[in-house]
C-alpha cells in the first residue's frame, strides 16, 4: 500500500499543540515538583502561541483548499480561522487556569491534558473525510472527559466527568451510526465524494443517507451543546473545574460549528433544503430551551451554561442560512463570543477562588465596586451575550440576523429577536447583583485575614478578553475580511 | 476643522467619560473634570451653530468612513438644521444636570460622572447619525448609562424601575434591530442620506415600536412612572427631556421620511395613539399626587403632542414639533431639577405634605411660577408657539385631531396650576420645615440659565423655526 505524502505543515498548529502536549507530561516526571507548574503552564501556553501562529501562517499561505495526507484531511483558511481561535481559546484557559489550586501532583497532567485536547480540536477542524471526522472528535472529548474530573477530590468534579463521559460518549454513537449510514448508502467516506455520491447516484431522498445525516447533526448538536442534545451542559459546565469549563465553553463550541458547516455543505449540498430547515429548528428550540432556562438560574456556571445552549442557537441561525453570509456571521460570531464566554467564566473563577464556595447570583452581591476590572469586564461579557453595542456581540447578532433574513428566513430573524429579548433579564441581573445590590450579609472572603490573592495573570486575562470582546465592535471590517477570506475556501 | 465638528461633539464628552474613569482622581476633581467637558462640549456646539450655514439643505460637519463594507454600514454622523438644535438643548441640559449633580454631591462620583459625559456621547451621537446602523448602536448605547444611573444612584424601587426600564426599552428596540435588518439588505444600504424609501408597513411598524416605547407613546409608557420616580432628580431630567426626543428624532428623521407611504397611511393609528397619550396623560397628571407624577405624565402628554405635531406630515406641524421638542426638553429638564431641589428640603414630593414655598422663597417661587407659566403654554410663550403650529399642522389633517390637542393643551394649564399651588401656596405643609432655604446661588446657577433660555425663545421662537433645515 503506498504512502501518503504528508504536509506537515498543514498538520502543524496540531503538532505543536502535541508536542507541548508530550513536553508537558515529561515535565510531570522529571521536573520537581516546586517548578512543574510555572513550568507546564509556559510549555502550554508556548505551544498554544505557536498553533496560533503556525494556524495564522497557514491561512496566510493557503490560498485555495486542498485536500491533504490522501485527502484526509483539508488544507483550507476554513480550518485555519478555527485554529486561530482555539489556539486562543486554549492560550486565554492556561491564563485562567494558573492560579487554580489543582493538585501538584496533576498539574503535568493538567496541561497536557489540555494542549492535547486542543490538538484534537485543531485536527477535528480539517477532517474532509468522515474517518478523521470521529477521530478528531473523539480525541478532543476523551481529554475533556478526564480534564473535567481531574479534580478528584471534588465530587462535584468526578460527577461531571462520569456524566459528560456518559452522555458524551452516547453522543459520539450516534455520530458514528450516521457515519456509518452515510457511508454505507453511498459508500465513500470523503466529504466530498459523498457529495458526489449522492449526486450521482440520486440519493437525495434516500432514507439511509437522511437518516444518517440526521444522526451525524445530533451527534455534532451534542458537542455544540444544542437543544435537545443539550442536557449534559449545565450539570457539566458547574461540576468542572472551572478553567476547564471556561476553554470548553469557547473551543468546544467552535470546532463543532466550524466542523458540522464544512460537512453540511462539503458533503450534503444536495440535502440542503432539509438540513437548513432541521438546523433552523435545533436552533429555535435551542434559542427557547437555553433562555427560558437561564431565567430561573442563581448558580453563575449554570446560568452561564444555559446562555451557550442559547448562543449555539444564534450560531446555528447562521448554519441554516447556508450561504457565503452565514459562514461570515458564524465564523465573527465566535470572536466575541469565545471571548466574552472565556472572560466571563474567569470572572467566575476569580470570585470563586476568593470565597472559596460556588459563585451565585448572592455571593457576587457589591463585586463590581470591590473588583472594578474585574466587575466592568463582565459588564463587557454581559452586554456582548446580550448583543448590545460597543460590544462584538451587537455586530455578531446583527451579522447572524442579517444572514437569515437574506436566506429568507425572516422568521428565524423574529426568534433571534425575542430570545435576545428575554436574555436580557439574566445577562442584566449580573449585572444588577454586582452593582446595585450590596453583600447582605458580610461574604467571608476563604482566606481568612488580608485580602484575597491579586491574581495579575488571571486578571491580565480577564483583560485580554474584554479587549477582544469590545475591540470586535470596532474592527469589525478586518474580522469580516479575514471571515470572507475563510469562507470563500467552501463549496458555498 | 469644520468637517470634524459633528464627530467632536460625540467624541469629546465620550473621552471625557475614559478619563473620568480611568484616572484615579480626587472625587471634586471628577466632578469639576466633568463639568468642564460639559461646558467645553456647549461651546463647541455653539461653535457650530455660527458655523452653521441654514441656507442650504442637507447634513453639514458631515464625514463618513466605511465600518463594514460588505453589507454597506458605515460610521456617517451629520447634523441638519433641526438635529442642531435637538443637540443643542441636549447638550444644554446635560450640561445642567452634571452641574446639579456637581452640586449635590453623589457617591462614587467617578462612576458617576463617567455615565453622565457617555450618556452625552450617546445622545449627541443619536442625533447626529446619518447611518442607520450607527443610529441603532447609539440608541442602544444611551440605555447602558442610563441602567446604571437609574439602578445604582436611584430609590428604593430602583431596582423594578430599571428592569421595567429596561425591557420595556429593549423589547422596541430589538424590534426596530430586526426593522433595520430588513430595511437595510433589502434596500442595499443603511445610510440615511441617501433618501431610500420603503413601502413595507411591518418594517414602518418596527421602527414605530422603538420609538412609541421612547417617547413613550400610550400605552407602551408602563416603565416611565417607576422611571422618573425613582431616578435621582437630574437624571429624571435628562429621561424625560432628553432621552424621550430621541424617539421624536426617530419618527422624523427616519420613520416618515423613509417610509412615506406606510406613514401616510398608518398616520390614523400614530395620531390616536398619541392622541390617546395626550389626554390621558394630562388626565392622569392632574391627578398625580407627587411632582414628580405630575412632570412624568405631563412629559407623556407632551411627547404625544410632539408626535402628533410630526404626524401631521407637513412643515407646519413639524416645525411646530421642532421647537416644542427644544423647549419640552428644557423645560421638564427645569421642572425635575426643581422637583429636586424641592425634594431636598422636604425630603418628599407629596402634595399633601408639600404647601406654602413661597413664603420667603422668593427665587423659587419666581423660578417654578416661571417654568410653570411656559409649560402650560400661556399665549406668548415659546410653549404656545410650538403648540400652535403643532395644531395648525394637524387641523388640515382633520379638525378631530386638533380639537384632541386643545382639550390636551387645556389640561395642561390644569395641571400645571395645580403643581405649582400645591408647591408653593396654601397652608405651610408637614413635610417642609421653616428652616428650608430659598434657592442657593449653586441651584439658581443651574437652573436660571434652563428658564432663560426658555424666555428667550419665548422672545424669539423664530431662532428655531426659521432656522430649520431637513
Redesign the interface.
Known amino acids: 500500500m503506498p504512502t501518503p505524502n504528508v504536509d506537515w505543515f498543514a498538520l502543524s498548529p496540531s503538532l505543536a499543540l502535541l508536542g507541548a502536549s508530550a513536553l508537558c507530561l515529561l515535565g510531570a516526571v522529571f521536573v520537581p515538583a516546586a517548578a512543574r507548574k510555572l513550568f507546564s503552564a509556559s510549555v502550554a501556553a508556548l505551544g498554544f502561541a505557536g498553533a496560533g501562529v503556525m494556524a495564522g501562517w497557514l491561512f496566510a499561505d493557503t490560498h485555495r483548499a486542498t485536500g491533504e495526507v490522501a485527502d484526509a484531511i483539508t488544507r483550507d483558511r476554513w480550518g485555519a480561522f478555527a485554529q486561530i481561535l482555539v489556539a486562543g481559546a486554549g492560550l486565554l484557559a492556561v491564563g485562567v487556569s494558573y492560579g487554580q489550586r489543582t493538585r501538584a501532583d496533576h498539574v503535568g497532567e493538567y496541561y497536557a491534558l489540555l494542549t492535547a485536547s486542543a490538538a484534537g480540536m485543531a485536527f477535528l477542524v480539517q477532517a474532509s473525510d468522515l474517518m478523521t471526522l470521529f477521530l478528531g472528535l473523539e480525541w478532543f472529548s476523551i481529554c475533556l472527559y478526564i480534564l473535567c474530573a481531574i479534580e478528584i477530590d471534588a465530587v462535584s468534579s468526578l460527577e461531571a466527568g462520569l456524566k459528560y463521559l456518559v452522555v458524551g460518549s452516547f453522543g459520539s454513537a450516534v455520530l458514528l451510526y450516521g457515519l456509518a449510514l452515510v457511508y454505507g448508502a453511498t459508500g465513500e467516506l470523503k466529504f466530498g465524494a459523498i457529495a458526489d455520491a449522492i449526486q450521482a447516484q440520486g440519493l437525495e431522498n434516500d432514507g439511509l443517507v437522511l437518516a444518517g445525516l440526521a444522526l451525524i447533526i445530533a451527534g455534532l448538536g451534542f458537542k455544540a451543546s444544542a437543544a435537545p442534545f443539550h442536557m449534559w451542559t449545565p450539570d457539566v459546565y458547574e461540576g468542572a473545574p472551572t478553567p476547564v469549563t471556561s476553554f470548553m465553553s469557547a473551543a468546544t463550541k467552535t470546532v463543532a460549528l466550524v466542523l458540522a458547516f464544512r460537512v453540511l455543505v462539503t458533503a450534503f449540498p444536495a440535502e440542503s433544503d432539509v438540513w437548513e430547515l432541521g438546523i433552523a429548528v435545533i436552533a429555535c428550540v435551542s434559542l427557547a430551551w437555553g433562555n427560558i432556562a437561564a431565567l430561573v438560574q442563581r448558580n453563575l456556571k449554570r446560568m452561564l451554561a444555559y446562555s451557550s445552549i442559547s448562543h449555539a442557537g444564534f450560531m446555528l441561525i447562521a448554519v441554516a442560512a447556508d450561504s457565503e ?1 452565514g459562514a ?1 456571521a458564524l465564523l465573527y460570531y465566535l470572536v466575541p463570543y469565545g471571548a466574552a464566554s472565556l472572560g466571563a467564566f474567569g470572572v467566575v473563577a476569580a470570585r470563586e477562588r476568593e470565597l472559596g464556595e460556588r459563585v451565585t447570583l448572592d455571593n457576587i452581591a457589591g463585586m463590581g ?1 470591590e473588583r472594578p476590572l474585574l466587575g466592568v469586564s463582565m459588564w463587557a461579557f454581559m ?1 456582548a451575550f446580550a448583543g ?3 460590544t462584538g456581540g ?2 455578531g ?3 447572524v ?2 444572514a437569515a ?2 436566506a429568507g428566513m ?1 422568521w428565524l ?2 426568534v433571534g ?2 430570545a ?2 428575554v436574555s ?2 439574566y445577562y ?1 441581573a449580573v ?2 447583583s454586582m ?3 450590596m453583600p447582605e450579609l458580610e461574604v467571608r472572603l476563604a482566606p481568612v485575614g488580608g485580602s484575597p490573592p491579586r491574581e495579575a495573570l488571571l486578571q491580565s486575562t480577564v483583560l485580554a478578553c474584554t479587549a477582544v470582546t469590545i475591540g470586535a465592535f470596532f474592527a ?2 478586518p474580522l ?1 475580511d479575514l471571515a ?1 477570506k475563510a469562507a470563500a475556501q467552501l463549496p458555498l | 476643522m469644520t468637517d470634524w465638528l459633528a464627530t467632536i461633539l460625540i467624541v469629546l464628552p465620550l473621552a471625557a467619560a475614559l478619563i473620568v474613569w480611568l484616572l484615579p482622581l480626587a472625587d471634586r476633581t471628577a466632578g469639576s473634570l466633568a463639568l468642564l467637558a460639559a461646558l467645553v462640549e456647549i461651546g463647541v456646539w455653539i461653535n457650530a451653530v455660527t458655523r452653521f450655514d441654514f441656507g442650504v439643505s442637507g447634513p453639514q460637519f458631515d464625514q463618513q468612513h466605511s465600518w463594514f463594507g460588505d453589507l454597506g454600514v458605515s460610521y456617517h454622523v451629520g447634523l441638519y438644521g433641526f438635529s442642531l438644535w435637538l443637540v443643542g438643548m441636549s447638550v444644554v441640559v446635560l450640561g445642567a444636570a452634571i452641574a446639579y449633580a456637581f452640586w449635590t454631591g453623589r457617591p462614587r462620583p467617578r462612576a458617576y460622572f463617567g455615565l453622565m459625559l457617555f450618556l452625552t456621547g450617546a445622545v449627541v451621537g443619536v442625533f447626529s447619525s446619518l447611518d442607520l446602523l450607527l443610529f441603532y448602536v447609539f440608541f442602544e448605547a444611551m440605555l447602558i448609562p442610563l441602567y446604571v444611573l437609574v439602578g445604582v444612584w436611584g430609590g428604593a424601587g430602583r431596582l423594578t424601575a430599571t428592569l421595567k426600564f429596561v425591557i420595556y426599552t429593549m423589547a422596541g428596540s430589538l424590534l426596530m434591530l430586526a426593522a433595520i435588518v430588513a430595511f437595510g439588505l433589502t434596500e442595499g444600504t443603511f445610510d440615511l442620506a441617501s433618501g431610500t424609501t420603503s413601502d413595507n408597513d411591518l418594517i414602518f411598524l418596527g421602527f414605530v415600536a422603538a420609538f412609541a416605547v421612547k417617547a413613550p407613546l400610550f400605552p407602551f409608557h408602563g416603565w416611565l412612572p417607576d422611571a422618573y420616580r425613582e431616578s435621582s432628580a437630574e437624571v429624571a431630567a435628562v429621561l424625560s427631556g432628553v432621552v424621550s426626543k430621541a424617539a421624536g428624532f426617530g419618527f422624523l428623521f427616519i420613520a416618515i421620511p423613509h417610509f412615506p407611504q406606510p406613514a401616510h397611511d398608518l398616520q390614523w393609528l400614530v395620531l390616536a395613539l398619541a392622541a390617546a397619550g395626550l389626554v390621558y396623560g394630562s388626565l392622569v397628571a392632574f391627578r398625580a399626587p407627587d411632582v414628580r407624577g405630575v412632570i412624568a405624565y405631563s412629559s407623556l402628554a407632551q411627547m404625544s403632542l410632539v408626535t402628533i405635531g410630526l404626524f401631521a406630515l407637513n412643515t407646519l406641524g413639524t416645525t411646530g414639533a421642532v421647537l416644542q421638542m427644544v423647549n419640552h426638553g428644557l423645560l421638564s429638564a427645569s421642572l425635575f431639577l426643581l422637583a429636586g431641589v424641592i425634594e431636598r428640603r422636604a425630603t418628599t414630593g407629596d402634595f399633601a405634605l408639600l404647601g406654602g414655598m413661597a413664603r420667603g422663597r422668593p427665587a423659587l417661587a419666581t423660578v417654578l411660577m416661571t417654568a410653570g407659566v411656559i409649560a402650560l403654554a400661556v399665549p406668548g410663550s415659546t410653549a404656545f408657539a410650538g403648540e400652535f403650529l403643532i395644531l395648525a399642522g394637524v387641523f388640515n389633517q382633520g379638525w378631530g385631531w386638533a380639537v384632541a390637542g386643545a382639550l390636551g393643551i387645556v389640561l395642561a394649564a390644569m395641571y400645571m396650576l395645580r403643581l405649582i399651588s400645591a408647591v408653593l401656596h396654601g397652608q405651610v405643609g408637614s413635610a417642609v420645615p421653616d428652616e428650608a432655604l430659598d434657592l442657593r446661588p449653586a441651584e439658581l446657577a443651574v437652573v436660571v440659565p434652563l428658564v432663560a433660555l426658555l424666555l428667550a425663545l419665548s422672545a424669539w421662537p423664530a431662532a428655531v423655526t426659521d432656522h430649520l433645515t431637513f
Do not use: C, G, N
Open positions: 453570509l461570515k465596586w452586554l448590545l453595542p460597543l451587537f455586530v447578532k446583527f451579522y440576523f442579517a433574513y437574506d425572516w430573524v423574529i429577536v425575542i435576545t429579548a436580557l433579564y442584566l449585572v444588577r452593582y446595585m445590590r469589525v471590517q469580516i470572507e
